[in-house]
Nanobody
């Protein structure tokens, strides 16, 4: 059974930090690269960052130098460390395989506001 459970979102001031976590079912985690995606109100979902099984990473230009994706293969968990947050980072954040599967978890809301 596919399972993706995101957590760690919240309200943070501009310049602050958050660390998102995603627990994925082993059937996904062991076979696929993983990604973090986000969707802001009125906008399409976009890929934020991705990490291969071997640990190679890729980032959207808008978050390079501020966000770091990592994975713990023993825990089937992928993380997104977000620093220097900006109001434009406000969105619901999701994790999924990369490229993504049709199933999506509930996501976690990140709101950057003073």
């Amino acid at each position: 059974q596919v399972q993706l459970v995101e957590s760690g979102g919240g309200l943070v001031q501009p310049g602050g930090s958050l660390r998102l976590s995603c627990a994925a079912s082993g059937s996904i985690f062991k076979l696929y690269a993983m990604g973090w995606y986000r969707q802001a109100p009125g906008k399409q979902r976009e890929t934020v960052a991705a990490i291969t099984i071997g640990g190679n990473t890729n980032y959207a230009d808008s978050v390079k130098g501020r966000f770091t994706i990592s994975r713990d293969n023993a825990k089937n968990t992928v993380y997104l460390q977000m620093n220097s947050l900006k109001p434009e980072d406000t969105a619901v954040y999701y994790c999924n395989a990369e490229p993504h599967l049709d199933y999506w978890g509930q996501g976690t809301q990140v709101t950057v506001s003073s």
